[in-house]
């Protein structure tokens, strides 16, 4: 019998409510007018309801949900800022959260002061930091900048040096809240990189993001949250499904969509829909590749949208996937009319067998679906050579 995985992370019944005051007095000269009156009492707010789940180490966890959904209230209590009303949370292993970046810098000391200042509040002596600080300021991108006063760092210089001061904490269970959503897109892919490096060094980490090209990308298993309580575990893919459809019904109520929603394989709002898609050579007798091309047609003006595609086998279990986003390749705004060809190149590593490619196309917000197709085109693998299946697939991406 298999030994189990040791938890890193237990979360039992955990509830949290606020509780938020009906009246609000600012000033102390308000305080003082309204000593002797007694205060019109508290409106109670329930942010979550009995989240129970355990995350083994070694396991990337996503949480997904709306806004107010009550996720960033959870990484808080996981990481101990907040207790919760009800429950309890139990942590095996040093933890680090990377919950609100720069917390503890000082706008009126240099970059350099700061990074000294911030790495004592990570528990580096001066000697460790001494030690760090090239690789600090060259993953930051700031050599030039680190004797300029921190008030006068852009929004994103800031985040990049936060960020790169943070993953320099050793650490066995990493709480992570929406990093991947600051800084410019070179910056991105240095954050996208240290994601791969953590998943390949199985640290054990706990994902919060709205961009399910990451989540889906990066996380093991996934919880939704809506309405404060799970409403979806497990796969990434099917909850990353259930959370897009979340919006695409939003949106529908309000415009109407251009998909055909008669069967529950195709949805989203039909700005871009695609209308062919192929995986060729169908027999992939003695290949080493396997070439996916999608064509999709624009029914309205999109800004950059992100492109990508996930393979599924016959047991309906999904394989792999990635996007132009994670590729790092930069698409064009389109508008109504325009035909956009997709082409992709995949290291022929699958076993015998049948399997399905689900196409999809999203707003370059990472949240919105223009359009999801699952099972658009299914190919067939007999081989008398196989690949190594340990490896990762170099996939490239053609769009033009």
């Given at each position: 019998?298999?030994?189990?995985?040791e938890?890193a992370?237990?979360?039992?019944?955990?509830?949290?409510?606020?509780?938020?005051?009906?009246e609000?007095?600012?000033?102390?000269?308000?305080?003082?007018?309204?000593?002797?009156?007694?205060?019109k009492?508290?409106?109670?707010q329930?942010?979550?309801?009995d989240?129970?789940?355990?995350?083994?180490?070694?396991e990337?966890?996503?949480?997904?949900?709306?806004?107010?959904?009550?996720k960033?209230?959870?990484?808080?209590?996981?990481?101990?800022?907040?207790?919760?009303?009800?429950?309890?949370?139990k942590?095996?292993?040093k933890?680090?959260?990377f919950?609100?970046?720069?917390?503890?810098?000082?706008?009126?000391?240099?970059?350099?002061?700061?990074?000294?200042?911030?790495?004592?509040?990570?528990?580096?002596?001066?000697k460790?930091?001494?030690?760090?600080?090239?690789?600090?300021?060259?993953f930051?991108?700031?050599?030039q900048?680190?004797?300029?006063?921190?008030?006068?760092?852009?929004?994103?210089?800031?985040v990049?040096?936060?960020?790169?001061?943070?993953?320099?904490?050793?650490?066995?269970?990493?709480?992570?809240?929406?990093?991947?959503?600051?800084?410019?897109?070179?910056?991105q892919?240095?954050?996208?990189?240290?994601?791969r490096n953590?998943?390949?060094?199985?640290?054990?980490?706990?994902?919060?993001?709205?961009?399910?090209n990451?989540?889906?990308?990066?996380?093991?298993?996934?919880i939704?949250?809506e309405?404060s309580?799970?409403?979806?575990?497990?796969?990434?893919?099917?909850v990353?499904?259930?959370?897009?459809?979340?919006?695409?019904?939003d949106?529908?109520?309000?415009?109407?969509?251009?998909?055909?929603?008669?069967?529950?394989k195709?949805?989203?709002?039909?700005?871009?829909?695609?209308?062919?898609?192929?995986?060729?050579?169908k027999?992939?007798?003695d290949?080493?590749?396997l070439?996916i091309?999608?064509?999709?047609q624009?029914?309205?003006?999109?800004?950059?949208?992100?492109?990508?595609?996930?393979?599924k086998?016959?047991?309906?279990?999904?394989?792999?996937?990635?996007?132009?986003?994670?590729?790092?390749?930069?698409t064009?705004?389109v508008?109504?009319?325009?035909?956009?060809?997709?082409?992709?190149?995949?290291?022929?590593?699958?076993?015998?067998?049948?399997?399905?490619?689900?196409?999809?196309?999203?707003?370059?917000?990472?949240?919105?679906?223009?359009?999801?197709?699952e099972?658009?085109?299914?190919?067939?693998?007999?081989?008398?050579?196989?690949t190594?299946?340990?490896?990762?697939p170099?996939?490239?991406v053609?769009?033009?």
């Amino acid at each position: 019998m298999m030994e189990q995985p040791e938890v890193a992370v237990e979360v039992s019944g955990v509830g949290k409510v606020f509780k938020l005051p009906l009246e609000k007095r600012t000033s102390i000269k308000e305080l003082f007018v309204h000593f002797f009156r007694r205060a019109k009492g508290y409106e109670l707010q329930q942010a979550l309801q009995d989240i129970t789940f355990d995350v083994r180490k070694g396991e990337f966890l996503g949480i997904v949900g709306r806004n107010g959904s009550g996720k960033s209230t959870l990484l808080k209590i996981i990481a101990g800022i907040y207790q919760p009303t009800k429950g309890s949370v139990k942590v095996n292993g040093k933890l680090v959260p990377f919950i609100e970046l720069g917390v503890g810098f000082n706008p009126e000391l240099t970059g350099r002061e700061n990074v000294y200042l911030n790495g004592a509040l990570l528990g580096f002596s001066e000697k460790e930091i001494a030690a760090k600080y090239s690789e600090i300021v060259e993953f930051a991108e700031l050599d030039q900048f680190m004797d300029q006063k921190l008030k006068n760092y852009s929004s994103g210089m800031q985040v990049r040096l936060a960020f790169s001061m943070a993953i320099r904490a050793d650490a066995d269970i990493l709480l992570i809240d929406e990093v991947l959503a600051v800084g410019d897109a070179a910056f991105q892919r240095k954050c996208f990189e240290y994601f791969r490096n953590l998943k390949r060094d199985k640290k054990t980490v706990i994902f919060i993001s709205h961009d399910m090209n990451a989540i889906r990308e990066y996380c093991d298993r996934t919880i939704m949250i809506e309405d404060s309580r799970i409403t979806a575990e497990g796969e990434t893919y099917r909850v990353a499904m259930e959370y897009t459809k979340l919006f695409t019904e939003d949106k529908n109520k309000t415009v109407g969509s251009k998909i055909d929603h008669e069967t529950e394989k195709r949805w989203g709002d039909g700005a871009i829909r695609y209308i062919k898609t192929i995986a060729k050579p169908k027999k992939l007798k003695d290949e080493k590749t396997l070439e996916i091309i999608a064509q999709a047609q624009a029914y309205e003006n999109v800004e950059t949208p992100i492109f990508g595609f996930s393979v599924k086998n016959s047991a309906g279990e999904y394989l792999l996937g990635t996007n132009t986003k994670i590729k790092g390749v930069k698409t064009k705004n389109v508008k109504p009319g325009d035909r956009i060809n997709i082409h992709w190149t995949i290291p022929n590593i699958f076993a015998d067998g049948k399997y399905y490619v689900n196409p999809a196309v999203e707003r370059a917000d990472g949240i919105t679906e223009c359009d999801w197709v699952e099972e658009a085109e299914e190919f067939s693998v007999f081989k008398e050579e196989r690949t190594p299946y340990n490896i990762t697939p170099d996939i490239k991406v053609v769009v033009d």
